[in-house]
């Protein structure tokens, strides 16, 4: 699909930096036409907590599973603060599927229809000095949709996410051949014994970076949840029952992101 620019929306804050954290003056909104289904309705600077609350609105037919901006605090023409912000909403959509048994949900994901609020750090340094109204500027320059459809201007930010979820699927599919793994007996905490030693290698592989094959990389968090959970089921009272429910629900999660990631293109 051919990049689209996602226009600028304006948010005008008509209150100096000196005034805002006594006010906590309200933002004003002044939107331009999207030409894209991911609109800002609203932006609102919280000086007191130095962060945007930005409300995202889908106006398609297709969820968004992740999203990327680019946001920029302005006042007389000067830039105060940068940022560019992503997320991915896949576990939480992966999280929603586990609990409602439904394959096909897409809770936690912007559904058509929905208005999604994220706050983001605005990154306004302290004793930032405004010569007139602070404005708030926001681009949304990523959008990947649940029909696997990819548009967006960042190019780098677009493959950080899509390296960020196979880097997720790599450490799960690590961690549940440790999982799996025979042991040299039945007796679970020599299973539990085997995963935890084989762990620590696997934390120490190369984490996210642009210079790194993505199929080198491998997601550190789902690596140390594993040390920490097997590490409590280890020392618990009945560590054979919880090994047997932790590595059956671990591999039924594997295999709902295996099948979320396939039927969007991605594994």
């Known amino acids: 699909m051919t990049p689209r620019l996602f226009p600028k929306i304006r948010i005008v804050v008509a209150c100096a930096v000196?005034?805002?954290a006594a006010l906590n003056c309200p933002a004003q909104t002044e939107a331009d036409t999207s030409a894209t289904g991911v609109q800002v309705r609203n932006a609102e600077l919280n000086p007191a907590t130095n962060s945007i609350a930005v409300a995202l609105?889908?106006?398609?037919?297709?969820?968004v599973t992740a999203y990327g901006l680019d946001i920029t605090l302005t006042s007389g023409g000067k830039t105060l603060a940068h940022t560019e912000y992503g997320a991915d909403l896949l576990n939480l959509i992966l999280n929603g599927r586990?609990?409602?048994g439904a394959e096909d949900s897409w809770t936690g994901a912007i559904q058509p229809g929905d208005v999604h609020t994220d706050s983001i750090p605005a990154n306004l340094p302290a004793g930032s000095e405004a010569t007139g109204p602070i404005e708030v500027h926001v681009a949304v320059m990523v959008a990947l949709w649940?029909?696997?459809?990819?548009?967006?201007?960042?190019q780098f930010m677009i493959k950080q996410m899509q390296?960020?979820?196979l880097a997720t699927l790599h450490a799960e599919e690590k961690v549940l051949a440790l999982l799996e793994a025979p042991a040299a007996d039945e007796d679970v905490q020599s299973r539990i014994?085997?995963?935890?030693?084989?762990l620590p290698a696997l934390i120490k592989a190369p984490a996210l970076d642009a210079d790194v094959p993505a199929s080198e990389m491998l997601n550190s968090t789902v690596l140390n949840d594993a040390v920490s959970t097997l590490t409590k089921i280890k020392s618990s009272a009945n560590p054979a029952a919880q090994f047997r429910v932790y590595a059956a629900d671990f591999a039924a999660a594997h295999q709902r992101r295996v099948a979320l990631l396939q039927s969007m293109g991605g594994a």
């Open 146 to 154: 649940s029909d696997g459809a990819v548009e967006g201007t960042n």
């Open 18 to 20: 000196a005034l805002l």
């Open 193 to 198: 014994g085997g995963a935890l030693n084989g």
């Open 57 to 63: 609105a889908n106006e398609t037919q297709r969820s």
């Open 163 to 165: 390296d960020g979820r």
């Open 98 to 100: 586990g609990k409602k």
